[in-house]
T-cell receptor, first 110, second 116 residues
Framework: QKEVEQNSGPLSVPEGAIASLNCTYS??????FFWYRQYSGKSPELIMF????GDKEDGRFTAQLNKASQYVSLLIRDSQPSDSATYLC??????????FGKGTRLHILP | DTEVTQTPKHLVMGMTNKKSLKCEQH?????MYWYKQKAKKPPELMFV???????INESVPSRFSPECPNSSLLNLHLHALQPEDSALYLC???????????????FGSGTQLSVL
């Protein structure tokens, strides 16, 4: 089992709708969880981080963490064409290694 | 200044060349990282420096040699690379390593390396 798993997509979502991106991780000792956005040809950019079970909201973005199910998700409300990118889930397993999932390609349809 | 600066942006080198990638940050971050990213793949961790000391080496071949001259600078020395080493090399920094919840990564724009 891979350490951090994501559906590679592409996930196509109409403009204005909610995009839902999912991630599972294998190490129960994982402490910190991150979502990075990466545009084609660019470097990853941190958009959300979450440490505790539950929801964390920042503008149009909501990160959700369920440690019992080893599941992290990212919701993007009112999706815009500029949200089209690859979204990378990253996990710090507690050994100071931040490991990335393979990313989900998101395509917002105008 | 919230930037991580990497130079050069592009590098083409032969398998017998020696070159270096450079990374600089002025955010006072104490941890710095090298990641390698191939097209349509996630970043793969190579090295972690914490307080200028190498703390993690992910079994990277010795043809890659990291160096951290001071808390703001990180270098990656390249020698006798193979064509399969062609990739985007990303430098990142964080306030600290994990455990203190200060490990949010800030990435540079990367060096696109081609080995011929």
């Amino acid at each position: 089992q891979k350490e951090v798993e994501q559906n590679s997509g592409p996930l196509s979502v109409p403009e204005g709708a909610i995009a839902s991106l999912n991630c599972t991780y294998s190490d129960r000792g994982s402490q910190s969880f991150f979502w990075y956005r990466q545009y084609s040809g660019k470097s990853p950019e941190l958009i959300m981080f979450i440490y505790s079970n539950g929801d964390k909201e920042d503008g149009r973005f909501t990160a959700q963490l369920n440690k019992a199910s080893q599941y992290v998700s990212l919701l993007i409300r009112d999706s815009q064409p500029s949200d089209s990118a690859t979204y990378l889930c990253a996990v710090n397993k507690g050994d100071d290694k931040i490991i990335f999932g393979k990313g989900t390609r998101l395509h917002i349809l105008p | 200044d919230t930037e991580v600066t990497q130079t050069p942006k592009h590098l083409v080198m032969g398998m017998t060349n020696k070159k270096s990638l450079k990374c600089e940050q002025h955010m006072g971050h104490r941890a710095m990282y090298w990641y390698k990213q191939k097209a349509k793949k996630p970043p793969e961790l190579m090295f972690v420096y914490s307080y200028e000391k190498l703390s993690i080496n992910e079994s990277v071949p010795s043809r890659f040699s990291p160096e951290c001259p001071n808390s703001s600078l990180l270098n990656l020395h390249l020698h006798a690379l193979q064509p399969e080493d062609s990739a985007l090399y990303l430098c990142a920094s964080s306030q600290d390593k994990g455990g203190g919840r200060n490990e949010k990564l800030f990435f540079g724009s990367g060096t696109q390396l081609s080995v011929l």
